[in-house]
């Protein structure tokens, strides 16, 4: 199993491949933890139709945790692009995303990392990216090899 590492470099692509990749690795009944900052009001109550508020946030953030469903799928792929672009170009209204064992979305989607995939999941990775390869800094990690 490999790992693949995702870093946007341009600041003005949109979410389509985010979505993509979501709806691809994220399966229903997978546990997910989504992290949003404190003030992040609306967007922490959207996480909550998802999940339950986890007593493992900080200060600063507000943890939900729960079981993702074929519904959130749906809703989190229907979601408008995020308009506050100011200090990053969000891919998504949460600052992480997490699912667990197979997806780590950070910084709102502009850092991705995808866990144990496979010789075939790399494939399909490679086809939904194709349109927007050379927007990203991409690495495919195996036992201890970088390789782009």
């Known amino acids: 199993m ?3 590492q995702v870093q946007m470099l341009d600041r003005n692509i949109n979410s389509d491949w985010w979505k993509k990749i979501i709806q691809y690795f994220a ?3 997978d546990k997910f933890k989504i992290r949003c900052w404190n003030e992040e009001h609306e967007e922490i109550k ?15 953030e507000t943890s939900i945790q729960g079981i993702v469903s074929d519904n959130m799928i749906k809703e989190i792929l229907a979601m408008p692009e995020p308009q506050d672009k100011t200090i990053y170009n969000k891919m998504t209204d949460f600052f992480t995303f997490y699912v667990e064992n197979k997806i780590s979305s950070e910084h709102y989607g502009t850092e991705l990392y995808l ?34």
Request: aromatic share 12%.
């Open 46 to 60: 959207k996480a909550q139709s998802y999940g339950r508020v986890s007593q493992n946030g900080s200060d600063f």
């Open 2 to 4: 490999k790992t693949i």
């Open 115 to 148: 866990f144990n995939v496979s010789d075939d999941d790399i494939e399909t990775f490679k086809k939904i990216m194709s349109p927007w390869w050379e927007s990203f800094s991409i690495s495919i990690i195996e036992e201890g090899k970088m390789n782009d």
């Open 27 to 29: 399966k229903q009944g």
